[in-house]
């Protein structure tokens, strides 16, 4: 069983910061991708920032600049720093991995809200 653990999550005012965390635990032999998607209310889920085994990382246009996502493969954990955080930013986001075997795994969501 694979378990993703997000963390980080809060109310901040517009031009914070945050930073997410995910923790990824359980029987998985080796990950390949892993991102942060968001949803924000009555909108569809879409992919904030991912970042392949080999470092290589992809953005939404819209947090290009004010995002960064990293991880550490040692801890198979994935983080999200949020500057310059926007009230359009806020969403519950979502940690995903992709396994070395092609299987996905979500977290249950950490809720993000920026006031302005």
């Known amino acids: 069983q694979v378990q993703l653990v997000e963390s980080g999550g809060g109310l901040v005012q517009a031009g914070g910061s945050l930073r997410l965390s995910c923790v990824v635990s359980?029987?998985?032999?080796?990950?390949?991708?892993m991102g942060w998607y968001r949803q924000a209310p009555g909108k569809q889920r879409e992919l904030a920032a991912q970042?392949?085994?080999?470092?290589?990382?992809r953005y939404l246009d819209s947090v290009k600049g004010r995002f960064t996502i990293s991880r550490d493969n040692a801890k198979n954990t994935v983080y999200l720093q949020m500057n310059s955080l926007k009230p359009e930013d806020t969403a519950v986001y979502y940690c995903?991995?992709?396994?070395?075997?092609?299987?996905?795994?979500w977290g249950k969501g950490t809720l993000v809200t920026v006031s302005s």
């Open positions: 995903r991995i992709t396994s070395s075997a092609g299987v996905y795994y």
């Open positions: 359980g029987n998985i032999f080796s990950i390949n991708t």
């Open positions: 970042i392949t085994d080999s470092d290589n990382t």
